[in-house]
């Protein structure tokens, strides 16, 4: 019988997924740069195989983001979230459980590129009106 990855294993595969589609980096390049097949990344993306300390490393340094990173919202034995502090951060399940799509991370890339902090600032209340199904604010600027 085949064991589930550890809930671990598939979060930190999960975040080296996000970060590398986030900065446009293929299964394939990354794979070239470790020494290792794309095979072995989807494997280690999706929680199949870990990835070792030594190998965490090289990762980070490729996407370009401390070993941290794909720690942050980990769960843990039991059962909360790395930095979760209690009912604080169980009010939003969402915010650590997103199932990021290419779409997600398109929006997010399309977001990174606007330089001015005011449409964004604009942006993110259109947005946040859209997914509470009221009208965005008229009063901006």
Same mark, same amino acid.
Request: aromatic share 6%; proline share 6%; net charge neutral.
């Given at each position: 019988?085949?064991? *589930? ?14 970060? =590398? ?7 394939? =390049?990354?794979?070239? #740069? ?8 989807q ?7 870990? +990835?070792?300390?030594? =190998?965490?490393?090289? +990762? ?23 930095? /979760?502090?209690? *009912?604080? *951060? *169980? ?10 799509t ?11 590129? +606007? ?7 604009? +942006?993110?209340?259109?947005? /946040?009106a859209?997914? #509470?199904?009221? #009208? ?6």
């Open positions: 019988m085949k064991k *589930a990855p550890d809930p671990v294993d598939r979060h930190v595969g999960h975040r080296v997924r996000v970060r =590398r589609l986030l900065i446009g980096v293929s299964q394939e =390049r990354l794979g070239d #740069a470790l020494g290792v097949t794309f095979q072995q990344i494997k280690y993306e999706k929680g199949a195989n870990r +990835i070792s300390a030594s =190998r965490l490393n090289q +990762i980070s340094e490729m996407l370009g983001v401390p070993v941290s990173f794909f720690y942050e919202g980990a769960p843990r034995q039991d059962g909360m979230r790395s930095e /979760e502090g209690g *009912a604080e *951060a *169980a009010a939003d399940p969402v915010a650590h459980d997103v199932l990021w290419s779409q997600d991370l398109q929006l997010v890339r399309a977001f990174q590129r +606007i330089g001015d902090n005011q449409v964004r600032r604009r +942006i993110i209340s259109l947005v /946040e859209i997914g #509470a199904g009221e #009208a965005p604010p008229d009063d901006a600027p």
